[in-house]
């Protein structure tokens, strides 16, 4: 783990256990055993700590929910993985979300708007792609789908919230009753509302990863990672990138190495959206 990493971990324990505001930059560097200028190497400042906290739990849901849906075929698999994984995760990082569910209406300000803005458009992107191919016959109504999907989980986060920690949900039959829910209004819709003029202006625009986004994180990950398989499995990536037809087992090989370590995961999303929207630019 990177010192970085370090005091994320070390401050998503503390928020939850004090809170964000009774949190001090000092308890943190003590639970951490370090200094409060190796502390400031990494952060400006405790609010910087805060948005770097977020942007990596929205960047690992992101990448996660996206790597699931997508080693699935079949379409209704993906909607269950879709809606099994957004609850899972939830679970896993509990702690951190809690925090900042309660504590919204302080922690929330432009920056951490502006960062839960880009990741969402990003999984609405999915989204779309998915609910096409679940409900091609329903193509007129596929911008409420996107409302409802994630209208129904937001429904549910505030009961998976309520519970006590002691509880768990059945995460399965959770996913799969939103399924069949979905299914069930997608199946009896008669009036689309949402039309795709209405939705590009909440979405502003869609998403494209660039290479040098890409670049972007393989410098950021080789500034603390150590294991030469993973730096290896990123520099050849990076060459099968530069190739006008990347060779694609060869890029395969390197991401299912890359994907076994979670910091990696942003960094296969950004590799497979790249490529994606390569195929389909031709």
């Known amino acids: 783990m990177s010192k970085k990493q370090l005091i994320m971990e070390t401050a998503i324990q503390l928020f939850a256990e004090k809170g964000i505001d009774a949190t001090s930059v000092q308890q943190i560097t003590d639970t951490c055993g370090i200094s409060k200028g190796a502390f400031y190497l990494s952060f400006k400042s405790k609010d910087e700590l805060i948005v770097s ?34 609850f899972f ?46 409900y091609p016959k329903s193509e007129q109504h596929i911008y409420d789908l996107i409302i409802v999907v994630n209208g129904l989980i937001a429904g549910y986060v505030q009961h998976f919230f309520k519970k006590s920690l002691g509880d768990q949900f059945d995460l399965h039959l959770l996913a799969t009753s939103l399924v069949e829910k979905t299914n069930i209004l997608a199946e009896h ?81 950004l590799v497979r959206k790249y490529l994606d929207e390569k195929k389909q630019s031709l």
């Open 189 to 269: 819709m008669k009036k689309p509302y949402f039309t795709k003029e209405m939705y590009a202006l909440q979405q502003d625009k869609r998403i494209a990863i660039t290479k040098n986004d890409i670049l972007k994180e393989a410098d950021t990950l080789r500034s603390y990672i150590n294991d030469e398989l993973i730096l290896d499995s990123i520099s050849i990536t990076l060459e099968q990138l530069e190739q006008t037809n990347p060779h694609k087992t060869i890029v395969a090989g390197m991401l299912a190495n890359l994907q076994a370590d979670p910091v990696c995961s942003w960094f296969c999303y």
């Open 53 to 86: 906290i977020i942007d990596y739990f929205m960047k690992k849901i992101t990448s996660q929910i996206d790597h699931t849906v997508n080693n699935n075929s079949d379409p209704e698999d993906k909607l269950y993985h879709y809606y099994y994984q957004s």
């Open 89 to 134: 995760l939830m679970e896993q990082h509990f702690d951190l979300a809690i925090v900042f569910m309660k504590e919204q209406s302080q922690t929330v300000n432009e920056t951490i708007l502006e960062i839960i803005n880009h990741y969402e458009m990003m999984m609405n992107q999915l989204l779309h792609s998915m609910l096409l191919q679940l």
